[in-house]
């Protein structure tokens, strides 16, 4: 089993940047990517970004494109997240996940099997 923690959310004011990071442990070798997602109260999940683990490749999401970096270490199974020009509509809950044994597609939540438990990111105005 794939165990993962986010941190690094909180309240930051419109124009901020803000970093979010994700451990991940236990039998993370199967994962062939490990991206994040967002979900605000009464919306669907969102994909924000994924890195694909061996190659590095990356994948924004069309909302946040042009304010993210997403970054990874393979060595230490960590991975970051880079959130910049912060507006209130990016107001959510922020998780990280990693990819299962089936694959729709990499902006889709199917696709991924493990999740953390979330990171709040409050963005005022």
């Known amino acids: 089993q794939v165990q993962l923690v986010e941190s690094g959310g909180g309240l930051v004011q419109a124009g901020d940047s803000l970093s979010l990071s994700c451990a991940a442990s236990g039998r993370t070798g199967s994962a062939y990517a490990m991206g994040w997602f967002r979900q605000a109260p009464g919306k669907e999940r969102e994909f924000v970004a994924a890195?694909?683990?061996?190659?590095?490749?990356?994948n924004y999401g069309a909302s946040l494109r042009g304010r993210l970096t997403i970054s990874r270490d393979n060595a230490n199974d960590t991975m970051s997240l880079e959130i910049d020009s912060l507006k209130p509509e990016d107001t959510a809950v922020y998780y990280c996940?990693?990819?299962?044994?089936?694959?729709?597609?990499?902006?889709?939540?199917?696709?991924?099997?493990?999740w953390g438990q979330g990171t709040q990111v409050t963005v005022s105005s």
């Open positions: 890195i694909w683990w061996s190659s590095g490749i990356t």
């Open positions: 996940a990693a990819t299962g044994p089936k694959y729709f597609g990499i902006s889709d939540s199917n696709s991924y099997a493990y």
